[in-house]
């Protein structure tokens, strides 16, 4: 999904483009990296250890 970084900010600074992005979001929102942060320390975490060979998709519910 779309994380609001530097690099993405010709989208999110961007209002007709960050509306639309986010009207094809389920979540309402544009992801941030502490999203991504949550994911990386679970799957570094011991809660992770039996998670073998996976895809976690973290887009907010764009591909549901």
């Known amino acids: 999904g779309l994380i609001a970084t530097k690099m993405t900010k010709v989208t999110t600074d961007n209002p007709k483009r960050r509306d639309a992005t986010i009207q094809s979001i389920p979540l309402g929102r ?15 975490s011991p809660l992770a250890g039996y998670v073998v060979g996976q895809t976690i998709i973290a887009d907010g519910g764009l591909l549901l």
């Open 30 to 44: 544009i992801g941030d990296p502490d999203d991504m942060a949550g994911l990386s320390l679970y799957l570094a």
